[in-house]
């Protein structure tokens, strides 16, 4: 079974919105810390948001900060990731991400998180 699968990616013009999710299956997802990276072509994986595994606290990378809106429902096992105000440089695959260690505080460090999902890709015209 594969633990995390992604939805929602598609084709936007600059300025428009989309909406992603992650669909997670394990049963540990209410106490694990989940994140949203991406990867343009040529460019190495970036952080792009972080949720703790309450909810409670957020954390963004600065390039898409007001913007994007990370969001979780423990009871549908699933993680969202909400863009607004879409830019060409947004334009690249999605991938969530689910910490290695249960109750994680939120980190951009890749390492931290064990389980990815295959992606989504997300592509943004000018």
């Known amino acids: 079974q594969v633990p995390l699968v992604e939805s929602g990616g598609g084709l936007v013009q600059a300025g428009g919105s989309l909406r992603l999710s992650c669909a997670a299956s394990?049963?540990?997802?209410?106490?694990?810390?989940m994140a949203w990276f991406r990867q343009a072509p040529g460019k190495e994986r970036e952080f792009v948001a972080g949720?703790?595994?309450?909810?409670?606290?957020?954390l963004y990378a600065d390039s898409v900060k007001d913007r994007f809106t990370i969001s979780r429902d423990n009871a549908r096992n699933t993680m969202y990731l909400q863009m607004n105000s879409l830019k060409p440089e947004d334009t690249a695959v999605y991938y969530c991400?689910?910490?290695?260690?249960?109750?994680?505080?939120?980190?951009?460090?890749?390492?931290?998180?064990?389980?990815w999902g295959q992606g989504t890709q997300v592509t943004v015209s000018s």
């Open positions: 991400a689910q910490a290695k260690s249960p109750l994680a505080a939120i980190t951009s460090t890749q390492r931290a998180y064990g389980a």
């Open positions: 394990g049963r540990t997802f209410s106490i694990d810390t």
């Open positions: 949720i703790h595994w309450d909810g409670g606290s957020t």
